[in-house]
Structures are given as C-alpha cells and as structure tokens.
C-alpha cells in the first residue's frame, strides 16, 4: 500500500506572524495544496472568518477537502488563480463575503510534496513515472506532449530560460533524439537523456551536488504548466482585492518567480520598472514590502525540511 506524500508547509510561522487576521477575516488562498497553511491559518480565526481555498489539482483539493472539509468557513475552488477573477467564481467569492475587500491572500508558488513524491504524477526524475508533470490533471497536454511539439531551438529556449540551464542546447537535442527514436516515455528516460551530455559523475554524488537534470526538469514543468506567464497579473490582480492594511503573502521558490515578484511590487510602489524608461511613469503607491530582503527560513527549517531551503517570503501589504 502507498501512503499519500505529506507537504509540511514552507515558512508556517513566518506567514502566521506577518498575516493581519480580525475577527470576521476574510482569507483567499490561491494555492491550497493540501491545506498545511489553511489549516493553521484557520486555528488562528473566529467562527465568522471565511476562507476560500483554491488550487488546479484534483488530488491537491481532495486532500484539502479530506484535512478539512468538516470546516464550515472552507469553501475550495477548482480554478488556477490565473482564472479565479473571472465570472465563474462568482459562488465562491459570494461564499466569501467580503465587500470591502480580503484581509489576507497567500500564494505559495511552485509544486507541492504530493506532486513531486508521487512517480504517477511525473515530476519527479528520482522515482520513474509517466512523462505528465501537469498539476491540473484534466487539461492540457502532458509533458511528453509538449515535447512532441517542440523543435531543437524552442525546447532549448524553454530548458534555457526556465532552468537557466547553460547547456540547454546539447541537452534539447539529446531529447528530441531519444523522443524520435521512440524511446521517451518516462521521466527516468528524460533525465538519461540529460545525464548523456550532463553525467552525473560520482565526484558530484560525493559532493552531494543537486542531480544535473534539476534544472531541465524544472524548466519543462514550468512550460508545461504555464506557471510564469500570468504570475505578475495574478498577483496585481490579488492586491486590487486587498482591502486598505490587508496582506497579500507570496512564497517563491526560484529566482525567476522571486524576479517577477519584485518587477510587480516596483511598478505597484511607484517606481516605473518597464520598457520605454526614458518617460518614467510614476504610478500611485499601493503596495510595499514588509521585509526588505524577503523572508528566508531558518535553519532549524532549511534541515527539517529540506525543500523549504530555496523559499523566500514576501508580504506586499496594500495601503491605499
Ligand atoms: C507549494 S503547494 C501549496 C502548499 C500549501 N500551501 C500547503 O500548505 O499545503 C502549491 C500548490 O499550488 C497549486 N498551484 C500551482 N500553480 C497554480 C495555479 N496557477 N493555480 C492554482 N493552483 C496552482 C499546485 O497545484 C499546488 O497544489
């Protein structure tokens, strides 16, 4: 019998500590998962407070809904935040109640443990699995078919920008070799593919060095999913249903989404961050960041749970 994975929540008390809950709080979380932070953040609110939970997974929301679904003021959503704004919420921002805007919004970026731990979903280059890697497992093409449709330069862009992976040239063409050969199947496939111009040499298991198709992995999972396209305008759009005081956490988990996160707060701070710098537009303040710097976990943390290593948490409180 497999057990389901559990996903120890990244930066627990650090978000508990900076979220500002009143009475009747009203809390969008925007990436549920299996419940860890709502279920603390719960803990912490009175009988009247809501909180609508919403995530793209159907395994991550059952889980959730397993956790906690005997909670009264949990309603969970199946949307990714990209689409939560858009009509067909329009039930579950009613269940919410909050006119004057929300209290607090959490976005915990990236995949969870029970997505990265279970070889079914393909994640994972540690435990052989399909080529999937979706998290919303009823659309969109898995990451075999995405592969199918790429050519030598796109998918070396892709490796290349979602992975900052130098040698995304020689590994895309040791892919779509593998793949025309009609040997690309599983994720253990994809990282021998990576492993056959990025061996990984006993020198670097003995330094005990991130895997080499780290990077490669993570750069398809990005593309597949789609998880930086709409980021900056999810989380704009998530500061627009802050009321005045209210906090919007975001956790990111590399730097590609920590840059976003940074490019969205500059331009909401006032300061003009886009092309055409020449006539600066100054926009009318909205956010800043509590912590400058962002917030890191300790390393009580960093060793209990090694994966929360590269998060970094930042709280964009709207003021206006
Ligand atoms: C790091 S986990 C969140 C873990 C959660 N905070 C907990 O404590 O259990 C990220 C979750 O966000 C979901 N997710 C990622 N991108 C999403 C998107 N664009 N829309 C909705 N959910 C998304 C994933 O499916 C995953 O379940």
New binding site residues.
């Given amino acids: 019998m497999t057990s389901t994975p559990v ?1 120890t ?2 930066l ?1 008390f650090e978000v508990l500590d900076n979220l500002v809950l009143p009475p009747a709080a009203r809390i969008l ?10 279920e603390a953040i719960l803990a912490r609110c009175d009988p009247d407070s809501r909180y609508l939970g ?4 159907p395994e ?1 929301r059952q889980a ?1 809904k397993q956790r906690l679904g005997s909670d009264a003021r949990l309603n969970i959503l199946a ?4 689409d ?1 704004w858009t009509n067909h919420t329009f039930e579950a921002w009613q269940a919410l109640q909050a006119p004057d805007g929300l209290d607090a919004i ?1 976005m ?5 443990t ?2 990265l731990k279970s070889p079914a979903r393909g994640f994972s280059f540690r435990d052989e699995g399909p080529l999937d890697m979706r ?2 497992t009823e659309n969109g093409p898995t990451a075999l078919q995405w592969i199918a449709e790429q050519s030598d330069t796109t998918l070396a862009d892709a490796i290349y920008q979602f992975g900052e992976e130098r040698a995304s040239r020689p590994i895309a063409r040791a892919i779509l070799k593998v793949f025309n050969e009609g040997r690309l199947h599983t994720t253990a496939d994809l990282a021998e593919a990576v492993h056959s111009v990025l061996p990984m040499t006993a020198a670097l298991k003995r330094q005990h060095r991130s895997d080499t198709a780290t990077r490669t992995f993570q750069a398809i999972r990005i593309a597949v ?1 789609g ?1 930086l396209v709409r980021l900056a305008e ?1 989380i704009e759009r998530a500061i627009q249903q802050l009321r005045p005081g209210g906090r919007l956490a975001v ?1 990111s988990f590399h730097s590609l989404e920590d840059r976003i996160v940074k490019q969205t707060l500059r331009r909401l701070s006032g300061i003009y961050d886009g092309p055409g710098r020449e006539s600066p537009t100054v926009l009318p303040k909205v956010v800043r960041l509590i912590h400058a710097g962002g917030i890191t976990p300790s390393s009580a943390e960093s060793q209990a749970n090694p994966p929360s290593r590269s998060a970094r948490l930042e709280f964009l409180p709207r003021f206006s």
């Fill in positions: 996903h929540p990244v627990l979380d925007l990436t549920l998962g299996m419940g860890g932070h709502a919403v995530d793209r997974d991550a959730a949307s990714s935040y990209e939560v959490l915990d970026l990236g995949v969870s029970l997505q998290m919303d999913n998880e999810s956790i």
